[in-house]
């Protein structure tokens, strides 16, 4: 992963064209926002995995990652470009795959997607306060 921008408070990344290290991603996380607490920063890092898993699992390059906090809320960010491949909630009766977004919704106090052109962002919100 290597960083475009560096925002006062957050990252955002180019992600590259394989997969980044699950350890690296964790790290990137828990740097982004120091002194985090424990839980919020495992919500916040789970979030991130999946969400960058499944732009992996099902979506094309160019990839970016972005994380920013506004006031009491972490904003988890993913681009891909696949605009018409929605992200789906999934079911809980499939344990091999499908429960990503079930987690996202759990963790995150908002969650959704957005498309411009020829870009995807889905995101999830975690609130601090």
Request: aromatic content about 4%; charged content about 25%.
């Amino acid at each position: 992963m290597s960083t475009v921008e560096l925002p006062r408070d957050g990252v955002d990344l180019s992600l590259p064209d394989t997969p980044p290290a699950q350890d690296e991603l964790l790290r990137l996380v828990a740097g982004t926002f120091p002194g985090t607490d424990g839980d919020r920063l495992v919500d916040l890092q789970v979030i991130a995995a999946q969400l960058v898993g499944n732009a992996y699992l099902h979506a094309g390059p160019p990839r970016r990652l972005r994380l920013h906090r506004v006031g009491d809320v972490v904003r988890v960010e993913v681009d891909d470009s696949s605009p018409s491949r929605f992200p789906v909630l999934g079911r809980l009766d499939t344990p091999e795959q499908g429960r990503g977004l079930l987690m996202i919704n759990r963790l995150s106090v908002n969650w959704g997607h957005e498309t411009r052109g020829d870009c995807k962002t889905v995101w999830a919100e975690v609130r601090f306060a």
